[in-house]
């Protein structure tokens, strides 16, 4: 059994994108796959909006959990204390996963925001998640300016947590990239020590299942296969 927790350099950058297709590059090749949302922020109650999960099974057709929901869109910890609903447990979260993973191939973990986001009492991360259940971190970057200070940043947290750093992933290649993008290619590498992966093309959530499960196996259907030996 094997524990992936996706996350990403900041918000925004295709982290929910990224899950589906690894979800869907997994069940294609026949193994059982389940995806496990901690904290879904900015998304209340009767809300009509998809959630991340929501995303993720309408893309990939693999069902997910939610441990909890806070309508606002900020830091899970922040908007808890604001709805006056009660923070998630670092113990929680981690009896989810392994049950999952007691009965799943593969369990992917989907943050919110980056690796120093607080999602719950105690101050608990995504890094602390890991840790706990002994999974790797795959890496969603973007990819204009800015992304080599935060792609590097990033993974020296990872690595200082103990964790290991599966590599990176452009979770939104533009149709039309710029300079700094196409020069970051090469330099995103150099920059943190760990392998770009795959650049999955933007506006990839708005495809249809099959359309999208192919774009996944061709994208990151080779990680996932050597992810699960």
Known sequence: MTVLLVTGTSTGVGKTVITAALAAAARAHGRTVAVCKPAQTGIGDDCTDESDIDVVERLSGVRGIELARYPEPLAPDVAARRSGRPMLELDAVVDAVLVLDETHDLVLVEGAGG????????????????????????????????TLNHSALTVAAVRAAGVTCSGLVIGSWPTEPSLAARVNLEELPLATGVELIA???????????????????????????SLLG
């Open 199 to 225: 650049c999955v093309p933007g506006g990839a959530g708005a495809l249809d299942e099959n359309e999208f499960l192919a774009l996944a196996r061709t994208t990151l259907g080779e990680f996932t296969d």
């Open 115 to 146: 690796v120093a986001v607080r999602l719950g009492a105690g101050g608990f991360t995504a890094l602390d998640i890991a840790g706990a259940v002994g999974s790797s971190v795959l890496v969603v970057a973007g990819a204009e300016l800015g």
